[in-house]
């Protein structure tokens, strides 16, 4: 394939129960040929939510983050993390640090924030020997599949998170707020429409309720965008979820997830969002030099449990306020 090809001539496969996928040559510059195939790219993301570029041959951060400004406008920063990161550049980060035999479930990034990134760009540098796929799930199809009375309920009142920081699991509060000062930690929680506590011990204990269902700001096509059923406390492994009841009380957990007016989430609902994911799923296993580009408004992405080493980088982009995406009048 040429470095340079017009967008009529972009060949992207699709197949059932993977991602939409194109293959290129590999290139000497894969910046520049992302640079020369911009708007072809955005266009497929656009329309189909995702898309897979084998080829590229990306080696390292600093060709990642290359990448980034060629193919995104305006670079986000994370906060709120849940899982500390690594930084290596304006947007650029490594994989949230979570244990390798425990699967990421399907989510949408920082939908628990009142900004969150538009895109997401994913970058194998080092695919694992088994499993790791950073899987894709198209979000308006999951909302037509999941029961009706129960996307009725979480649009009428959404969905709440609840958050313990402690210094032993998770992310920490200079991790999640670039800072440790109560003041303006305080002061960033009045801002995002985050209620507070300030625990004997020092801890955080925070709450935020959040829209469950939003209209994509582009396409007006209602999506189902929220973190609902990955960070509830059925989602852990049944041996991690008694761990940490036992070390930090049910209500202690370092998060966990509600309905939006508090009454909590049953194991059935989890499974059930779950099982609906898993049957929306496409997945294709990493290989090393792949670059995946996602809505993240669209698309929920997942990582899947995996052995031998990895490493995958995250890029956040375009940022999107939840008041551009109708929400359900719940949040904030």
Request: charged share 25%; proline share 7%; aromatic share 8%.
């Amino acid at each position: 394939m040429p470095s340079s090809l017009p967008t009529s001539l972009l060949d992207v496969e699709s197949q059932p129960g993977k991602p939409p996928m194109l293959r290129v040559e590999a290139t000497a510059d894969a910046a520049t040929w992302v640079g020369e195939q911009r708007e072809a790219l955005r266009a497929v993301v656009a329309g189909r939510g995702s898309v897979l570029v084998r080829g590229l041959e990306l080696r390292d951060a600093a060709e990642f983050g290359a990448v980034l400004q060629r193919l995104a406008t305006a670079p986000m920063a994370e906060k709120e993390a849940f899982a500390p990161r690594k930084a290596y550049s304006d947007g650029v980060y490594s994989s949230s640090t979570w244990p390798p035999n425990q699967p990421m479930c399907m989510h949408h990034e920082l939908s628990y924030r009142l900004e969150f990134p538009g895109l997401m760009l994913f970058a194998c540098l080092s695919a694992p020997t088994e499993g790791g796929a950073t899987a894709v799930a198209d979000s308006p199809t999951v909302l037509e599949a999941l029961p009706d009375e129960l996307t009725k309920r979480f649009e009428r009142e959404g969905w709440m998170l609840t958050r313990s920081y402690n210094d032993e699991i998770g992310a920490s509060l200079a991790e999640a707020f670039g800072t440790e000062d109560r003041g303006a930690i305080e002061d960033y929680c009045r801002a995002n429409a985050i209620e507070y506590d300030w625990q004997p011990d020092g801890g955080l204990h925070t709450r935020q309720r959040r829209s469950a269902v939003v209209r994509h700001p582009v396409t007006g096509r209602r999506c189902w965008f929220n973190q609902i059923a990955f960070l509830n406390e059925w989602t852990m492994a049944p041996e991690v979820r008694e761990y940490l009841v036992d070390v930090y009380g049910a209500d202690g957990l370092p998060f966990n997830t509600r309905f939006g007016e508090g009454d909590p989430i049953g194991e059935d609902v989890v499974q059930l969002i779950n099982k609906v994911y898993e049957d929306c799923t496409a997945r294709e296993p990493w290989q090393a030099g792949d670059l995946l580009f996602v809505d993240n408004i669209r698309t929920a992405h997942s990582r899947e449990p995996f052995e031998g080493p990895r490493e995958v980088l995250v890029a956040m982009a375009e940022a999107v306020r939840l008041t551009d995406c109708s929400p359900n009048g719940t949040a904030g």
